[in-house]
């Protein structure tokens, strides 16, 4: 899976899981908190994008990432 | 030789607050969020004269009969609320529930994990004895630190929960070798003071999460691949709030290839009746899982004698193991003549300014060189729902020496 695919996937699961996302652009720059996710909202879309891409990962290294870009790149690496 | 609970019960305190009304009093809590992803309905409140010791006691006395106390050889109170460094609680708990001299004792501490160690210890123990008569009480005794206008706030509570281990495992007998557990080092969630309780919410939940996973691919290396549904009628998870167990129970069905609708079917049918109390009495700390198992047998009606259930218990720091057992002969029948479900409808409900009052008076007691039982909101609470109900109370602290009497 290309980086903007699975960078789709993750816009894809936020607007599944934080409400009235629907028509919102999603900037990756910014943090899902950003958007409203809650905590349990953040571990929800984490959790599922992780299922989708059959990969599992220390989570709590991701309570290190800024933003939903560094969300992808460590997605992105740990895919490949 | 078959070991497991043979008692269980909890103490859950006399006064609640309802969390609509706490929400209602509280611009920054979302009424949608608190009720459908952190899932509290109540929370127990603890006035300045309940403490760790109360509560252990209240728990332990009310499943104590004379003859256990002669066969009651390991008493352990797991807590993260102790109320004195070096003095253990389980010392006050001994004198106070009347159990003999020849008695080991102790104290430990492993925030929210503690107790499931210390049960696993003291099964340990009894698979070593040459009497069979023995028996090990076994208690989780914690409440919640003042969260006044914090995020976390819904989530507070507390509460006792009293395990007797035997050779009679009444209510669940389990394989001590039938348990997989795993550990990294992580602050997470800590009591840095013995007035300050830190939440780094992100985090914890990540490290529920990766527990989860290293403490059941460890269970399944020790006795062989399982199929997670088949295998056990109900699922009990530690629950730091009622809502994640569903998490938890997601994260273990993802294997599946379940629908989201589907996932949360299966959480309906072999979940959510383990967390009716806990949605009632909030946090129970290290005592969670077993005031889970207890919330199953009251409420399950699809569950019966020598049913499998799995049970995760996670301590923030942390720890997390999960293991297996059976139900016990007279579980259901003896859970359910405790008759619970009243003893938490009775609990006397506070006004939020009476309960944001309570928390004050409480958090200025903690560490208190002199305390007096004295003021007229405590009075009042007291006289509304102690008075004559024969519950330990703290009646006085003196140069630091706690003292206590019946209510």
Same mark, same amino acid.
């Not at chain 1, 984490?46 to 309570?63: Q, S």
């Not at chain 2, 611009?27 to 309905?41: G, S």
């Not at chain 2, 005592?287 to 699809?302: H, I, M, Q, R, V």
């Given at each position: 899976?290309?980086?903007?695919?699975?960078?789709?996937?993750?816009?894809?699961?936020?607007?599944?899981?934080?409400?009235?996302?629907?028509?919102?652009?999603?900037?990756?720059?910014?943090?899902?908190?950003?958007?409203?996710?809650?905590?349990?909202?953040?571990?929800?879309?984490?959790?599922?994008?992780?299922?989708?891409?059959?990969?599992?990962?220390?989570?709590?290294?991701?309570?290190?990432?800024?933003?939903?870009?560094?969300?992808?790149?460590?997605?992105?690496?740990?895919?490949? | 030789?078959?070991?497991?609970?043979?008692?269980?019960?909890?103490?859950?305190?006399?006064?609640?607050?309802?969390?609509?009304?706490?929400?209602?009093?509280?611009?920054?809590?979302?009424?949608?969020?608190?009720?459908?992803?952190?899932?509290?309905?109540?929370?127990?409140?603890?006035?300045?004269?309940?403490?760790?010791?109360?509560?252990?006691?209240?728990?332990?006395?009310?499943?104590?009969?004379?003859?256990?106390?002669?066969?009651?050889?390991?008493?352990?109170?797991?807590?993260?609320?102790?109320?004195?460094?070096?003095?253990?609680?389980?010392?006050?708990?001994?004198?106070?529930?009347?159990?003999?001299?020849?008695?080991?004792?102790?104290?430990?501490?492993?925030?929210?994990?503690?107790?499931?160690?210390?049960?696993? $210890?003291?099964?340990?123990?009894?698979?070593?004895?040459?009497?069979?008569?023995?028996?090990?009480?076994?208690?989780?005794?914690?409440?919640?630190?003042?969260?006044?206008?914090?995020?976390?706030?819904?989530?507070?509570?507390?509460?006792?929960?009293? $395990?007797?281990?035997?050779?009679?495992?009444?209510?669940?007998?389990?394989?001590?070798?039938?348990?997989?557990?795993?550990?990294?080092?992580?602050?997470?969630?800590?009591?840095?003071?013995?007035?300050?309780?830190?939440?780094?919410?992100?985090?914890?939940?990540?490290?529920?999460?990766?527990?989860?996973?290293?403490?059941?691919?460890?269970?399944?290396?020790?006795?062989?691949?399982?199929?997670?549904?088949?295998?056990?009628?109900?699922?009990?998870?530690?629950?730091?709030?009622?809502?994640?167990?569903?998490?938890?129970?997601?994260?273990?069905?993802?294997?599946?290839?379940?629908?989201?609708?589907?996932?949360?079917?299966?959480?309906?049918?072999?979940?959510?009746?383990?967390?009716?109390?806990?949605?009632?009495?909030?946090?129970?700390?290290?005592?969670?899982?077993?005031?889970?198992?207890?919330?199953?047998?009251?409420?399950?009606?699809?569950?019966?004698?020598?049913?499998?259930?799995?049970?995760?218990?996670?301590?923030?720091?942390?720890?997390?193991?999960?293991?297996?057992?059976?139900?016990?002969?007279?579980?259901?029948?003896?859970?359910?003549?405790?008759?619970?479900?009243?003893?938490?409808?009775?609990?006397?409900?506070?006004?939020?300014?009476?309960?944001?009052?309570?928390?004050?008076?409480?958090?200025?007691?903690?560490?208190?060189?002199?305390?007096?039982?004295?003021?007229?909101?405590?009075?009042?609470?007291?006289?509304?729902?102690?008075?004559?109900?024969?519950?330990?109370?703290?009646?006085?602290?003196?140069?630091?020496?706690?003292?206590?009497?019946?209510?």
């Amino acid at each position: 899976m290309t980086r903007d695919e699975i960078l789709d996937l993750v816009i894809n699961n936020m607007k599944l899981n934080v409400d009235d996302l629907e028509d919102t652009e999603i900037d990756p720059t910014k943090a899902m908190a950003d958007y409203g996710a809650s905590s349990l909202d953040i571990v929800e879309i984490v959790n599922t994008t992780l299922r989708k891409l059959k990969v599992k990962l220390p989570r709590t290294e991701l309570a290190q990432l800024k933003n939903i870009n560094d969300l992808v790149d460590l997605l992105v690496n740990t895919a490949s | 030789m078959t070991i497991g609970i043979e008692k269980l019960t909890v103490y859950a305190g006399r006064l609640r607050l309802d969390i609509p009304d706490l929400v209602a009093a509280r611009d920054a809590l979302d009424a949608a969020y608190v009720q459908t992803q952190l899932m509290c309905e109540q929370r127990s409140v603890y006035p300045p004269f309940e403490d760790a010791v109360t509560l252990a006691v209240n728990a332990a006395k009310a499943i104590l009969t004379p003859e256990d106390l002669e066969s009651i050889a390991l008493l352990i109170v797991g807590t993260e609320s102790a109320v004195d460094c070096g003095k253990p609680v389980s010392t006050w708990v001994h004198r106070l529930c009347g159990l003999k001299a020849n008695c080991r004792n102790f104290e430990v501490k492993h925030a929210c994990y503690g107790t499931t160690g210390a049960l696993k $210890m003291a099964s340990a123990w009894l698979a070593t004895q040459n009497d069979p008569t023995k028996k090990a009480l076994i208690i989780n005794s914690d409440l919640s630190r003042k969260f006044l206008n914090t995020p976390y706030e819904p989530t507070g509570g507390g509460c006792a929960v009293a $395990m007797l281990v035997s050779q009679t495992p009444e209510i669940l007998e389990f394989d001590l070798n039938r348990v997989g557990y795993w550990t990294s080092e992580i602050s997470d969630t800590f009591r840095p003071t013995s007035k300050t309780e830190i939440f780094n919410g992100q985090i914890s939940l990540y490290s529920y999460l990766d527990a989860l996973d290293g403490a059941y691919q460890h269970y399944e290396k020790t006795i062989g691949s399982v199929d997670y549904d088949a295998a056990f009628k109900k699922h009990i998870y530690h629950a730091p709030f009622p809502g994640m167990p569903l998490q938890a129970h997601r994260n273990q069905l993802s294997g599946l290839g379940l629908s989201k609708k589907a996932a949360i079917a299966n959480f309906e049918q072999k979940v959510s009746d383990s967390l009716v109390f806990a949605k009632r009495i909030g946090m129970a700390y290290g005592g969670s899982t077993f005031l889970n198992l207890l919330s199953l047998l009251n409420t399950a009606e699809d569950l019966q004698a020598g049913d499998e259930i799995s049970i995760f218990a996670y301590g923030s720091g942390c720890q997390g193991e999960f293991y297996s057992g059976t139900i016990g002969e007279n579980a259901i029948a003896q859970v359910r003549s405790l008759n619970l479900e009243n003893t938490l409808a009775a609990r006397h409900l506070l006004t939020v300014e009476d309960y944001e009052n309570l928390e004050l008076l409480r958090e200025q007691s903690i560490d208190a060189q002199t305390w007096q039982r004295e003021h007229p909101l405590i009075d009042k609470v007291y006289a509304a729902a102690y008075d004559g109900q024969e519950l330990l109370v703290l009646e006085s602290v003196q140069d630091y020496q706690r003292s206590y009497q019946w209510s």
